[in-house]
Structures are given as structure tokens and as C-alpha cells.
């Protein structure tokens, strides 16, 4: 009986050991050990968003080079934010259909003229804000993260137009608090003098009115007037920009998510 159990316990352990020496690696392991690419996304770098101010789009998805002969695709919102994107050589190029690359060949022979080419020379983690400016074209505008933190509601002024935030965490205002947010400048980046921010305790409720003074007007005129709530994991920016159907402001946010720093 003992001999025939060991027999029996030895049949089983012979099955048993195949499986664990066929247990497969992780994709990433199993592409490098035959030689392949480790694609892992990048820690820090550029992610992209969309800021359509006048309902310009660009064609979607995009594909860009994510290893020597391996490209992705993306998709460019307008309030969620792209993966980040590792550049190469500090130039990020977006192709409408994806590129194919032949082992051995002419890289450049191979590749498609890119419909949209962004040059990054902001280090670190930063969030790109596409602007298209029509004809497949856009202009981009950097901001680091890291000026922009969780736990925080943020305004960026890309109008014409100077604002004033007012803010209370009272209903009726009685600890009312101003803040003048001035007008952005393409030869400035983006600075204190033309965002603004909060960053309070979690579940803090703020009251806000947002106002603006149009052009020759001598007395700002309020546009919006609500409230937020301070979440440990959310960071929002929201940019005010010009509405080009009318006179006035407008504004788009976007959501950093849980990767803003």
C-alpha cells in the first residue's frame, strides 16, 4: 500500500511540474527574451488633450512610433488626457493611418509625411494642450503638472479677456475672497499672473462667481456662478477662452486625473 501511494504521489508530481515550467511570462519579459520590444508606457513625459475653441478636430485616431518598428494608436479629447508619450529625439509625430516598418529598411522610406509634428522640449510631466488652428494645423501649449496638483481646482486665461474669480466657502459670501486673473500672451508662458488655483482640504465646498470685462467695458459682468468640491484625487483645470460666436467667454476643462504627479 505504501509503495503503491508513492507511485501514485509521484505520477501526480510529474504532471504538476510541466505546468509550472510552462507558466508563461509577462508580455513585456516574453517580447524582450525573444528579442522583440518591451513596450512599457512611459512614467513621466508629454500627455495631450484637445482645446477645440471653434469645433476644429483633427483626424482620429492618431498613431505614433512607441519603439523602433512598433507604433499606437491615440485618441486626442477634449477632457480626458492622452497616455504619456515617450518623444523621440524631442519630436512626437502623429500619423492619420498607421505607419509600417520593415526590419533592416529605410526607416524614413517607410514612414508617412505625419499630419500633425509637436516639438517637446519641456522635461518632466507635463500636459500638452492642442489647439487646432484649422487645416489639420494646431499650435500646442505646455504646462507642468506639477504647477497644477491634486486635490486642486485651476483656471488658466487663454481670452483676451481679464477675469476675476470670487470665492467663499459661505453661501452668502460673507468670506468672500477676489482674485484678479490676468490675460495670456503667446511670448508668456502660463505663470500666477494668468491662472489661478485652489487647493484646500478634501471635501472643502467653495462658492464661486467668475466674472469678466469685455472689450472697452469698465466693469466686469459675472458669466458664471456655481461651486466645486475638493477631491483627493482630482485635479481640474478649466481654460477660459474666447467664444468665437460671441463676445464672451468660454469655458473647457479638463481633468488631470490621478497621474498629475
Known amino acids: 500500500m505504501k509503495f503503491s501511494a508513492l507511485l501514485c504521489f509521484a505520477a501526480a508530481l510529474a504532471l504538476v511540474l510541466p505546468v509550472h515550467a510552462a507558466k508563461p511570462k509577462p508580455a513585456a519579459a516574453a517580447a524582450a527574451s525573444a528579442g522583440g520590444e518591451e513596450l512599457e508606457a512611459p512614467k513621466t513625459g508629454p500627455r495631450f488633450v484637445l482645446c477645440s475653441v471653434d469645433g476644429s478636430t483633427l483626424p482620429s485616431p492618431l498613431y505614433y512610433k512607441a519603439g523602433k518598428t512598433t507604433f499606437r494608436s491615440v485618441r486626442l479629447g477634449g477632457r480626458i488626457p492622452s497616455p504619456r508619450i515617450r518623444p523621440e529625439n524631442g519630436v512626437i509625430n502623429f500619423y492619420e493611418t498607421e505607419p509600417s516598418i520593415v526590419p533592416g529598411a529605410k526607416e524614413a522610406a517607410d514612414l508617412p509625411k505625419p499630419v500633425l509634428t509637436i516639438n517637446v522640449n519641456t522635461p518632466g510631466k507635463t500636459?500638452?494642450?492642442?489647439?487646432?488652428?484649422?487645416?489639420?494645423?494646431?499650435?500646442?501649449?505646455?504646462?507642468?503638472?506639477?504647477?497644477?496638483?491634486?486635490?486642486?481646482?485651476?483656471?488658466?486665461?487663454?481670452?483676451?479677456?481679464?477675469?476675476?474669480?470670487?470665492?467663499?466657502?459661505?453661501?452668502?459670501?460673507?468670506?468672500?475672497?477676489?482674485?484678479?486673473?490676468?490675460?495670456?500672451?503667446?511670448?508668456?508662458?502660463?505663470?500666477?499672473?494668468?491662472?489661478?488655483?485652489?487647493?484646500?482640504?478634501?471635501?472643502?465646498?467653495?462658492?464661486?462667481?467668475?466674472?469678466?470685462?469685455?472689450?472697452?467695458?469698465?466693469?466686469?459682468?459675472?458669466?458664471k456662478a456655481s461651486r466645486f468640491s475638493i477631491s483627493p484625487d482630482k485635479s481640474q483645470i478649466t481654460l477660459i477662452v474666447r467664444d468665437p460666436k460671441r463676445e464672451a467667454p468660454k469655458m473647457l476643462s479638463i481633468d488631470l486625473g490621478k497621474d498629475a504627479n
Not at 496638483?149 to 479677456?161: C, D, E, T, V
Not at 503667446?186 to 482640504?201: A, L
Request: glycine share 10%; no cysteine; net charge positive.
Open 127 to 223: 500636459l500638452g494642450i492642442i489647439i487646432p488652428t484649422g487645416g489639420g494645423k494646431a499650435n500646442v501649449l505646455f504646462i507642468e503638472e506639477k504647477n497644477f496638483p491634486k486635490k486642486g481646482q485651476h483656471i488658466i486665461n487663454l481670452s483676451p479677456y481679464p477675469l476675476k474669480m470670487t470665492t467663499s466657502t459661505k453661501p452668502d459670501f460673507s468670506d468672500k475672497k477676489e482674485h484678479t486673473i490676468g490675460v495670456f500672451r503667446r511670448d508668456t508662458p502660463v505663470t500666477s499672473e494668468n491662472s489661478w488655483s485652489f487647493n484646500g482640504e478634501s471635501g472643502t465646498v467653495v462658492s464661486f462667481i467668475l466674472s469678466y470685462r469685455g472689450k472697452d467695458a469698465k466693469e466686469f459682468k459675472n458669466f
